[in-house]
């Protein structure tokens, strides 16, 4: 499950950041949320800050972006999840 999770992350993450401006960018966000919720569910914050600290280094090295500023939208999942 944490495989199709963090393809599914990693697509969603690279759509968004690549199309900033999208119809459906705030759909797409809600599902981030949702794999937020679902990676929180079945480890904890481990499991969110492992999932989310690979897709980083992947988009960066893909893309050349950023992908910490998305960090924050899971702030309402957990509260020691603060970015």
Do not use: C
């Not at 401006?21 to 794999?35: G, H, L, N």
């Not at 990676?39 to 950023?66: C, P, V």
């Amino acid at each position: 499950m944490d495989a199709y999770l963090e393809e599914e992350l990693y697509d969603i993450l690279i759509y968004n950041i690549q199309n900033p401006t999208a119809p459906d960018f705030e759909s797409k966000k809600k599902r981030v949320e949702e794999i937020g919720k679902e990676l929180y569910d079945d480890g904890g914050t481990d499991a969110m800050e492992n999932m989310f600290y690979s897709i980083e280094f992947r988009i960066k090295d893909e893309i050349g972006r950023d992908a910490k500023p998305y960090r924050s939208w899971w702030n309402s999942i957990s509260p020691e999840w603060k970015h």
